[in-house]
T-cell receptor, first 114, second 114 residues
Framework: EPEVTQTPSHQVTQMGQEVILRCVPISNHLYFYWYRQILGQKVEFLVS????????KSEIFDDQFSVERPDGSNFTLKIRSTKLEDSAMYFC????????????FGSGTQLSVL | GDSVTQMEGPVTLSEEAFLTINCTYT??????LFWYVQYPGEGLQLLLKATKADDKGSNKGFEATYRKETTSFHLEKGSVQVSDSAVYFC?????????????FGTGTRLTIIP
């Protein structure tokens, strides 16, 4: 079965540093998402992306966050200046079409900000 | 806003025991309801879903029925196996067409002992 691939699986960074989390969605999918889960808390929606632009974002997704699809295969989440509270598991997901369609998730990147 | 409340874990059961993981939701209109599962080292996978009241989703011996009167979507399995050990997430998407954002619960870690 096709899968969403995320790299790295673990990322450790210093507070204030920039990080880029990488995702390779399923090749024929058009809708891309980032979610995160802080330890012990709910999985939270960050942003959705379609047709090379953000279609929806949560209040968590402030100016420190950005997403990009730099080529036909990668989908990245950048945090410009990391904070301690950004430490979480970040999940990328993709789907083939909109409207309650099944989302395919990657295995996540565990980000630790020290 | 929309929210999902699910049974806190961890849950530990013996093999062949009956499983129930409770999930209730708050949402306007008629959301679609989902159970996702995360096996160790893997991404979130859709386990089952139901899109309207009284629908029953089922997969791999798991079942959940969309109960609008009690705003619930409890996950059940009659006889669990060691391979069912994972984290289970209840989730919903909004009732508006095109609203693909998932709202998750906190997840319930299930461990099955041989």
């Amino acid at each position: 079965e096709p899968e969403v691939t995320q790299t790295p699986s673990h990322q450790v960074t210093q507070m204030g540093q920039e990080v880029i989390l990488r995702c390779v969605p399923i090749s024929n999918h058009l809708y891309f998402y980032w979610y995160r889960q802080i330890l012990g808390q709910k999985v939270e929606f960050l942003v959705s992306f379609y047709n090379n632009e953000i279609s929806e974002k949560s209040e968590i997704f402030d100016d420190q966050f950005s997403v990009e699809r730099p080529d036909g295969s990668n989908f990245t989440l950048k945090i410009r200046s990391t904070k301690l509270e950004d430490s979480a598991m970040y999940f990328c997901a993709s789907s083939g079409r909109i409207g309650n369609e099944k989302l395919f998730f990657g295995s996540g990147t565990q980000l630790s900000v020290l | 806003g929309d929210s999902v409340t699910q049974m806190e874990g961890p849950v530990t059961l013996s093999e062949e025991a009956f499983l129930t993981i409770n999930c209730t939701y708050t949402a306007t209109g008629y959301p679609s309801l989902f159970w996702y599962v995360q096996y160790p080292g893997e991404g979130l996978q859709l386990l089952l879903k139901a899109t309207k009241a009284d629908d029953k989703g089922s997969n791999k011996g798991f079942e959940a029925t969309y109960r609008k009167e009690t705003t619930s979507f409890h996950l059940e399995k009659g006889s669990v196996q060691v391979s069912d050990s994972a984290v289970y997430f209840c989730a919903l998407t909004g009732s508006n067409f095109g609203n693909e954002k998932l709202t998750f619960g906190t997840g319930t870690r299930l461990t099955i002992i041989p």
